[in-house]
């Protein structure tokens, strides 16, 4: 069952969250854009590494930090923009996507656990792909007034990026999990 305690941050989770949104700012940094709006970025990867690493909640905390700092103007977004407006933009859904789902990488990470690289994957797949496209592709075609075939052909140039980043995650998890075990482990019991 749900337990609110469970989550408490400690000044540690804290640090890790924050480590892992610096990351992911400067992995946003260098972008590439093939076609239309929303650019080819290895944002996606820090998304996944936080989410993977940290587990539920705070993989999708670490991404909220990031999201919350683009929105107050750091230029930390996909290619250095910052500002409310690359949330309410046509890439804001990707970044709601993220912390949505970031939290359900992280869930499905702590539950399957962090020593094999396929489920950690296809953990990855679910979260950080399918439910990031299902959030940002419809956002997008709202934003930009795009029709359905649009939106489909930005979605699959996406796709062979995203799923290298993903076999990126799952051999990156397993190595620093093997290292430092502790990583993703939280003090037993209600903090
Ligand atoms: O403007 C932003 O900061 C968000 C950019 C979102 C880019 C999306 S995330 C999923 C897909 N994979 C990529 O490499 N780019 C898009």
Redesign the pocket.
Known sequence: MFNAATYRATPRDLALIAVFTALTAVL?LPTVTISGI????L??LGFMLAASLLGFPWGGASVALYVLL?VVGLPI??GG?GGLA?LTGP?GG??IGGIVGALVTGWLVDKWGRTNPILIGLANVIGLMVI?YAI?LPWLGWRTGSGLFAKLTLGFQ?VP??LIKVVITALVVVTVVRAYPAIAKRAPGPR
Do not use: E, H, K, S
Not at 38 to 41: G, H, L
């Open positions: 946003a929303a650019p080819i970025t944002q996606t683009i977004g996909a923009r690359v890439t990707f970044l990031v940002g996406f990026g995203d």
